[in-house]
């Protein structure tokens, strides 16, 4: 069955480039309209590359089929800023005496938020040299895409391609003698993905390619945030695949196994190189306080500055996270990493929205009061006009979460301390509904201790 692929390829010019994507993410070989939107997820699609600022090279080698002498690869380079994207890539797949060679440049623009379109030029090269058959063809096409993003737990996305040789065929007559850009055919993708939690992504894709139609179905789960673990099944071609990526600052390495139901496994590697941090945004484990998804721009926002509004919409942070923030401007001073870790963030979760931050206090102001207590000068005990200094609240803050309070309850009763007495405040402790007894023994010991 391998020889007859071969063979096929080198005597019917019209199912040329049918295998074409050799990135380990893309599981099967087509250029598929919808992925997931991890980055440098789907590479094939022009109207992804707008949805994440990233500079980057990727390249990958797969060997198809194990048939020995069969090789595919490709190499990509891309950039995307703002509203734009931009790709130029080359693919290769052959054996000796054939070859396939596609030169390609893409475009991709988002006039608006919900919608992101592309374009693209390809340069299809063929070249056959056995005893039998000598044969070299090239021609160029175009093709279109676009990708709907009404909400951001589902996209649909739609590609043409070789919209050049599609009007052709369909003015040619089924009788007329083929011409030499008959090797083209005019592919077409359909494809739905849809996230039903943060770090999970289903897609189902339709292909229409020479032999008919191709349904395929996958599943991307992101298990950590350099972790990603994908699979899945293409039901006309009883086909499995599997792939894992795993990304390191601006690395990631890509593994990826196929097997098809006739031909055999494959095997394919993939290597890329971003501009800028790859983390993925992996499953949220703990479900109740931080934010479902990463907003799909690179824009940073203040986080000392900005408005609880600007917070929420940001999806940065759930409602109760983002209220806890201004709260703790107010009531403790300028938040840090460490704040927010205090606040709720996991320390891995506030590494995947760091990029999206700005104006974080240093470390070095946040630890005042706590430098101050420990080199016993008092300094942070000091009691202004209407309740205790900035760093005597810091102190008592942290005191109180190294203790086992909440986050929520330990801001509440800092925030006591910037109005009132000790003796105020103790008695405020004691009348607090819904903590026992313990606790509030505890909290009333650390406040005599602190203030």
Not at 43 to 57: D, K, M, Q
Not at 70 to 80: I, T, V
Not at 266 to 287: P, R
Not at 309 to 328: P, Q
Request: charge should be positive.
């Amino acid at each position: 069955m391998k020889i007859a692929l071969i063979l096929l390829l080198a005597n019917s010019l019209t199912a040329s480039f049918e295998y074409r994507e050799t990135n380990p993410c893309s599981l099967f070989p087509y250029n598929y309209a919808v992925s997931d939107t991890n980055p440098l997820g789907n590479l094939s699609n022009p109207s992804y590359l707008p949805l994440r600022e990233i500079y980057y090279v990727n390249t990958s080698y797969a060997k198809p089929y194990l048939m020995e002498e069969l090789n595919s690869g490709n190499l990509r380079a891309g950039c995307s800023t703002d509203k734009l994207g931009v790709q130029a890539a080359w693919n290769r797949f052959g054996i000796r005496g054939y070859s396939e060679d596609v030169l390609e440049g893409s475009f991709g623009y988002r006039p608006w938020k919900f919608l992101s379109a592309g374009i693209g030029a390809s340069y299809y090269h063929i070249n056959i040299n056995t005893d039998e058959i000598k044969c070299r063809e090239g021609a160029a096409d175009f093709r279109f895409s676009a990708l709907l993003l009404p909400y951001d737990w589902i996209n649909i996305g739609y590609i043409q391609e070789n919209i050049y040789s599609f009007y052709n065929r369909s003015l040619k007559n089924k009788d007329s003698d083929s011409n030499t850009e008959d090797f083209i055919y005019p592919n077409q993708s359909l494809g739905i993905a849809l996230k039903p939690a943060r770090g999970i992504t289903f897609s189902w894709n339709i292909n229409r390619i020479y032999y008919g139609y191709i349904n395929s179905f996958s599943v991307t789960a992101n298990m950590l945030s350099c972790l990603s673990l994908k699979g899945g099944y293409s039901r006309e071609t009883s086909s499995y695949s599997f792939s894992a990526n795993f990304t390191y600052a601006k690395f990631m390495v890509s593994y990826g196994l196929s097997h098809h139901a006739y031909l055999g496994a494959t095997h394919k590697l993939g290597l890329s190189i971003a501009a800028g941090d790859l983390a993925l945004e992996e499953i949220n484990y703990n479900k109740s306080l931080y934010r479902r998804t990463l907003p799909e721009k690179k824009k940073k926002i203040n986080i000392n500055e900005c408005s609880l509004e600007e917070l929420t919409e940001s999806n940065l942070f759930t409602e109760e996270i983002a209220e806890r923030v201004i709260k703790y401007r107010e009531i403790i001073g300028p938040i840090n990493s460490k704040g927010l870790i205090q606040i709720g963030i996991p320390k891995n979760e506030f590494e995947s929205i760091r990029e999206y931050l700005s104006g974080l206090a240093p470390e070095t102001a946040q630890d005042a009061g706590r430098r101050a207590a420990k080199a016993g000068t008092g300094s942070y005990k000091i009691k202004t006009g209407t309740g205790y200094d900035l760093d005597t609240r810091k102190l008592l803050f942290q005191k109180l979460l190294e203790n086992g309070l909440s986050a929520g309850t330990s801001l509440k009763i800092s925030e006591h301390a910037k109005t009132d007495s000790k003796e105020q405040l103790i008695r405020k402790v004691k009348e607090m509904p819904g903590i026992d007894e313990e606790k509030k023994k505890i909290i009333i010991k650390i406040c005599a201790e602190s203030l």
